[in-house]
């Protein structure tokens, strides 16, 4: 009810109104755009992926901006952030565009396939840098008053944008392969994601040029000081007890999420279909991932009612312990039944957990700390999910699933949330409570 009145409420506002729908619009062309690389990399009837493979996929998805993200955080502050949404988007467009063409006439050989990926990169680190401009740039189409609604609301809408975006591509793929070469199939993924890109940034264009800020644009900051605020948002945390097991907790968990990812997406694709039924993997794979956002997405109502019941800090070890639970049954029998419902689980408590922990940070940071360890967390955040993805292309069998590698994994889980438990035990356990109700 929260959300729904919140909502209702900046609906009034024209541009809130407008930068939620570049806020979904974008979103769902990275979904399509997503759901393209993974297939063409993937999906190919030609070729059995491995987990090196989805390591790769990640890798271009998740760490490019977490590595230069620092440094080219500085235009935000200094571009006028319409220009950002409009140019990134509609750059974003043309290698849409681009890549549909490559992946048209085959792409499996370099250079051209060196080509595809390069350009893929680019388009996925843009992303970030996209969304970092629209977080940035929230504050100047709403109320003051409201920033913590909004603020509540946005990373809902993303996730639903990004499943919407899912869906049509996972549709485009099941249908279209029937008719047409798979790749063909591709690229009209890759077109449609094009057209997404084109309609953000046409509705980019109706914000005028300063009207999202930066009010007044910083030219004081360098690189070099980009760096060093790095440096020192790391040495900062030694004194935040709470933050540093948070942060240290959401590591852990995203390393083994990298791996449950792997593992699911092999087995939907070796361990469940033939090499060649690559259109019944697809259907699978995007159960999967519709299933685990529809998890995402209500975790905004299940944490709260979770924190005011245990406290955060209880909460928290639960979500540990109840994520090895659903890992372990159903989600280690190996049936696709069982496999989706814990996907739900998995996604509610992953997602759940990140609310946490983003809570706790912002409790606890000092403000004129919050930029830079906001940094150092995003950098955990996905450098180990993508460790996860490199882990499992070590240890995981080419099939993917298997019962004694799902049931480590939850027991993996549960020797994370007791480490935790352990570590925070002499910890104020009502610290953890700063900035929820029950604190």
């Not at 990640?58 to 500085?74: D, K, N, Q, R, V």
């Not at 540990?320 to 696709?336: C, E, K, S």
Request: proline share 4%.
């Amino acid at each position: 009810m929260a959300f729904n009145e919140g909502l209702r409420r900046l609906w009034r506002l024209p541009r809130f109104r407008r930068i939620l729908g570049v806020r979904v619009s974008t979103q769902a062309a990275d979904g399509t755009l997503q759901v393209g690389l993974a297939s063409y990399v993937l999906l190919s009837p030609e070729q059995q992926p491995d987990a090196w493979s989805i390591a790769m996929v990640l890798a271009i998805t998740m760490l490019p901006f977490s590595i230069i993200g620092p440094f080219i955080s500085l235009l935000l502050d200094h571009w006028p952030r319409q220009r950002i949404l409009v140019g990134t988007d509609g750059l974003r467009c043309v290698i849409a565009l681009a890549v549909g063409v490559l992946v048209w006439g085959g792409a499996r050989q370099n250079p051209a396939h060196i080509l595809l990926l390069l350009l893929l990169l680019v388009a996925m680190s843009l992303n970030r840098f996209l969304l970092a401009a629209l977080t940035a740039g929230l504050e100047h189409t709403i109320d003051r008053r409201e920033y913590l609604t909004a603020s509540s609301i946005m990373p809902i809408i993303g996730p639903l944008g990004m499943m919407i975006g899912v869906v049509i591509a996972a549709a485009v793929r099941l249908l279209g392969g029937r008719w047409m070469p798979v790749h063909h199939a591709d690229t009209i993924i890759f077109c449609i994601s094009a057209v997404l890109f084109a309609f953000s940034a046409f509705l980019g264009t109706r914000f005028g040029r300063n009207e999202l800020g930066p009010t007044v644009p910083d030219t004081s900051r360098r690189a070099s000081q980009v760096l060093h605020g790095i440096l020192d948002g790391f040495r900062h945390l030694g004194s935040l007890p709470q933050v540093g097991a948070g942060l240290g907790l959401i590591g852990a968990q995203r390393l083994l999420f990298g791996v449950y990812s792997v593992a699911m997406m092999l087995g939907y694709r070796n361990y469940f279909h033939a090499k060649a039924d690559v259109n019944a993997a697809m259907g699978d794979m995007a159960a999967w991932g519709v299933v685990m956002g529809a998890g995402f997405v209500l975790s905004a109502a299940f944490m709260p009612r979770l924190v005011r019941g245990t406290g955060m800090r209880r909460a928290l070890i639960l979500l540990m312990a109840g994520t090895a639970i659903v890992q372990a049954f159903p989600g280690a029998l190996l049936n696709r039944w069982g496999l989706l419902i814990a996907s739900f689980f998995i996604g509610l408590f992953a997602q759940s957990l990140k609310a946490g922990v983003d809570t706790v940070c912002q409790a606890h940071i000092d403000d004129a700390y919050k930029g830079r360890v906001f940094i150092v967390y995003d950098m955990i955040y996905n450098a180990l999910y993508v460790g996860g993805a490199v882990l499992a292309a070590l240890v995981l069998p080419i099939q993917g699933v298997s019962h004694p590698g799902l049931l480590g994994l939850a027991v993996a889980y549960l020797l994370v949330g007791g480490l935790f438990a352990g570590v925070t035990s002499r910890q104020d356990a009502a610290a953890f409570d700063r900035g929820t109700v029950a604190g």
